[in-house]
C-alpha cells in the first residue's frame, strides 16, 4: 500500500480527536476485551532498549469510588487548611465520572544509552496511544494529572517505587454530548524549516 492508498479513517480520527471532560462521560465504558485491546496498543510506543518504562492501573466498578475515599484522605492531609465537605464530596466522587479510569504510571531504569528523558517520552506516548485505541472504539478520553498525580499520599497508596511517577489518569467513557473543539495553533506558529 503505498501513502496516496492508505484509508483515511485513521487520518479522519486523528484530525478530529477532542478530550471528552470527565463529567460529560457515562456508561457503557470498554468491555474486557476492549480494554485488553487499549492497553495493548497503548504498549505499542517507541521504547528505546525496551525498557518498557511505563505501567497502567486500572480503576473500575467499586474500585473508583474506593480511590475516591483515598482522595478524599490525601485532601484532607494536604491541603493547608480544611477543605470543604463539597470539596470532599468531590474528591470522594471524582473516579465515577467516567466508567474507566487508567492510571499510568512512568518508571525509570537507570540504563546507560536510554536518557531519563527518552523514557519519559515514551509514557507519554503510551498515554496518548492508550487515548486514540479508546477514541477508535468510540469512546471520549481525557488525560488528566490534576492534584492527586502529585499527592504524597496518593503515590504511596498507589505503592509507587522510588523511580516511579504518575503521567497521570485516563478517564474513558461514553461522550454523553459532543465537545466543542477549541483553537488550535496555525502551522506558521509552530513550524520553521531549517535552511542550513
Not at 161 to 170: D, H, K, P, T, Y
Amino acid at each position: 500500500m503505498t501513502p496516496t492508498e492508505a484509508p483515511n479513517g485513521l487520518l479522519e480520527l486523528l484530525h478530529t480527536r477532542r478530550s471528552v471532560k470527565p463529567a460529560c462521560m457515562a456508561e457503557p465504558g470498554p468491555t474486557a476485551a476492549q480494554l485488553d485491546a487499549i492497553l495493548s496498543i497503548a504498549a505499542r510506543v517507541p521504547d528505546h532498549k525496551k525498557l518498557v518504562p511505563w505501567r497502567f492501573i486500572v480503576f473500575e466498578g467499586a474500585a473508583r469510588a474506593a480511590f475516591g475515599a483515598v482522595l478524599a484522605e490525601a485532601c484532607v492531609a494536604e491541603e493547608a487548611t480544611p477543605p470543604s465537605p463539597v470539596r470532599l464530596d468531590l474528591e470522594r466522587g471524582r473516579f465515577t465520572r467516567a466508567p474507566l479510569v487508567i492510571g499510568v504510571v512512568s518508571r525509570i531504569s537507570e540504563v546507560k544509552g536510554a536518557p531519563q528523558w527518552e523514557q519519559e517520552l515514551s509514557c507519554g506516548a503510551a498515554c496518548m496511544n492508550l487515548c486514540l485505541a479508546a477514541n477508535a472504539l468510540g469512546f471520549g478520553t481525557s488525560w488528566l494529572t490534576e492534584w492527586y498525580s502529585y499527592s504524597p499520599m496518593v503515590v504511596a497508596r498507589l505503592a509507587l517505587a522510588a523511580n516511579e511517577r504518575l503521567a497521570g489518569f485516563v478517564y474513558v467513557g461514553t461522550a454523553v454530548e459532543r465537545q466543542e473543539d477549541r483553537e488550535r495553533p496555525a502551522l506558521g506558529q509552530i513550524v520553521t524549516r531549517w535552511q542550513g
